[in-house]
């Protein structure tokens, strides 16, 4: 979630271009997810690679044509796609369409683009605070932004109620 | 300039290479080296191509308009052949379209290109020694991880920033 988050660092922008980009990652996610997973079968041996990043670099290429949104973008697509999509040794199981293994793994990836958007929504909220109403310098540069991530991931590792 | 060495600098010395054994810093230095004259290379020898298709008149349009689609595919058989990881590829496609975008000049777009390379070398070498440095540390099980990784990050970040603006 934090690599994902990292990309769009590069390029700070303000609550609403960051919310309008983050809302395209995360739907750009879901449909890679729902592409790749119903047409996985499709690509021979090791293919698959390859036509994701081609499948990326379009859209990129694409999106930057159409709005100017410089393609950082891709790599928080690349890091929120699941760790078994672009391994090798995996081999993609046979599943029933209607197997209750469908929702579940939709499920968790709807997940992960809510909770992405809602990460870096609330960086950029910290960030437009600290910076503008507050001045605090250090937001003016990554250690800021590093300095809250650190916080969140101690405040995430230590919940009250997580698994032990 | 300075968030893309610090931003890219953490992301590759996370997944920019297979590990190395953290037990060993000194190999794990030499690793951070090469990976970033590698990075310097790939991303110098892209510009370079985009320079020339942009200078040619035959090929001025398309380069220009289908410029991250040229550089990201280039880059990633760049990587193939290097046989780097995913990481690397999308960094130094990234990289090189940030450069074109701001440096049209190849000079200028190279020295950018050396400084970025230089900067995360620089950072990557901190954090190794840094993380190395930890493990005779009693780092508290509450913040071990992610938390004192970005720690590292962020004053490692504030570190360059205050010798960077001593020197310039």
């Known amino acids: 979630m934090f690599l994902a988050y990292l990309p769009l660092a590069v390029f700070p922008f303000d609550f609403i271009r960051t919310g309008a980009a983050v809302s395209w990652i995360v739907l ?15 690509f021979p041996g090791r293919s698959l690679k390859p036509a994701f ?19 950082v973008w891709i790599l928080s697509v690349f890091f929120l796609m699941p760790v078994s999509f672009l391994d090798d040794t995996v081999k ?43 001045g605090i310098q250090v937001f003016d540069q990554p250690a800021g932004f590093l300095l809250v991530a650190a916080a969140l991931a101690f405040l995430w590792k230590n919940q009250p109620y997580g698994k032990r | 300039m300075y968030f893309l060495i610090i931003t890219f600098g953490l992301m590759l010395a996370m997944r920019g290479s297979r590990p190395a054994r953290l037990e060993k810093p000194g190999e794990g230095g030499v690793r951070v080296l090469r990976g970033a004259a590698d990075f310097f290379l790939t ?11 942009v200078a040619c008149e035959a090929t001025q349009t398309t380069a220009r308009e289908y410029a991250i689609l040229g550089f990201g595919i280039f880059n990633y058989l760049l990587s193939r052949y290097q046989k780097k990881t ?38 990557q070498t901190c954090f190794l020694g840094l993380r190395y440095k930890l493990l005779f540390s009693r780092v508290p099980p509450s913040i071990k991880g992610w938390p004192v990784l970005c720690l590292l990050a962020a004053f490692i970040s504030l570190t360059l920033w205050s010798l960077g603006r001593l020197v310039f």
């Open chain 1, 92 to 134: 993609a199981r046979r599943i029933r369409l209607f197997s209750k293994e469908v929702p579940r793994y939709f499920f968790e990836r709807a997940l992960a683009g809510i909770g992405f958007a809602g990460f870096v929504m609330t960086m950029t909220l910290v960030r437009e605070i600290a910076e503008k109403r507050l």
């Open chain 2, 43 to 53: 991303v110098s020898l892209t510009l370079a191509l985009w320079t020339v298709l």
């Open chain 1, 28 to 42: 750009f996610l879901w449909g890679t997810v729902a592409f790749f997973w119903f047409t996985r079968r499709f």
């Open chain 2, 86 to 123: 995913e990481v690397f590829f999308l960094a130094a496609a990234t990289v090189s379209f940030v450069i074109s975008v701001k440096q049209a000049d190849l000079l200028n777009g190279l020295s950018l290109a050396w400084a970025v390379s230089a900067g995360m070398a620089l950072f």
């Open chain 1, 53 to 71: 990043f081609l499948w990326l670099l379009v859209w990129a290429q694409a999106v930057w044509t159409l709005t100017k949104l410089p393609p």
